[in-house]
């Protein structure tokens, strides 16, 4: 699916957030099984998390293109796991918490079912293997973040690993792939506020976030999420809408600057 995700995220951004069913269908359908046609594949996007819906006119819309990024909901995610690589080891905790219009809505927190717990992950989180022997099984924990995920932007600390990571996870247990949009906390600060280091763990004392127990999933996503509100405090006013933080969060300088002295110009 993520080659779906990708296509169609490149193909909205050039026709300004809209496809007609006719665009739609030409990127659809070369991913089109026997068992699926254009409209399952519809369904399993917006399942999958992936911020796509249809107009009264039957156009299909990318809604990140069009709602403001102050409004759009922000699932900020952590989590804990048993090794580095998903096909050898497994998450062993989540956390996450949902950020709306600068506010905290909803949390999720849960342990994950675990036979094998290395001693070194239990000196860096301080998981006991006790801690996880009646927790919820991974296809459990994995469906319940689904859920909670909704069609919110997927937001971490370093995104790439958690996002492959939980990636990876969900398509092993038949939960398809992660179409919400991805937004690194890492990216974004580099970006919005000048800092001699991006880690986490200096963020917490260079920003004097004190709600911290690094290395536990639950806690490390509350304090991503007041780096992505420190972030907020300095977006440029040409960002305006979802899709335009997104692409702001891993823009180049000189992109940046062109953007910036277009806009200057434009208030002139």
Not at 251 to 264: Q, Y
Request: proline share 3%; with cysteine.
């Amino acid at each position: 699916m993520q080659k779906v995700f990708d296509e169609l995220t490149s193909a909205f951004r050039k026709h300004d957030g809209i496809l007609d069913e006719t665009q739609y269908k030409a990127i659809a359908e070369k991913h089109t099984t026997l068992l699926e046609d254009s409209d399952t594949i519809f369904f399993l996007l917006q399942a999958s998390g992936y911020p796509i819906s249809m107009d009264e006119a039957g156009k299909y819309r990318l809604d990140t293109f069009f709602t403001p990024y102050t409004t759009q909901r922000y699932c900020v995610i952590d989590i804990e796991t048993n090794g580095s690589k998903p096909g050898t080891s497994q998450v062993i905790e989540i956390g996450a918490v949902m950020v709306e219009e600068g506010n905290i809505v909803d949390r999720f927190e849960t342990f994950v079912e675990c036979a094998f717990l290395p001693e070194y992950i239990t000196k860096i989180t301080g998981i006991e293997p006790t801690d996880l022997i009646d927790a919820p099984t991974r296809r459990a924990a994995l469906t319940e973040l689904r859920q909670f995920m909704g069609d919110a932007v997927f937001v971490a600390h370093n995104a790439s690993f958690d996002y492959s990571f939980l990636t990876a996870s969900f398509e092993r247990f038949g939960l398809g792939g992660i179409g919400n949009p991805k937004l690194c906390t890492i990216e974004l600060a580099k970006r919005t506020f000048e800092s001699e280091r991006y880690g986490l763990a200096y963020l917490i004392d260079f920003l004097e976030i004190k709600t911290a127990t690094h290395h536990r999933a639950y806690s490390d996503a509350l304090c991503a999420s007041k780096v992505l509100e420190r972030s907020f405090e300095n977006v440029p006013d040409y960002v305006k809408t979802t899709d335009d933080l997104l692409r702001f969060s891993t823009s180049s300088k000189k992109t940046r600057r062109i953007k910036k002295e277009c806009s200057e110009k434009n208030r002139q």
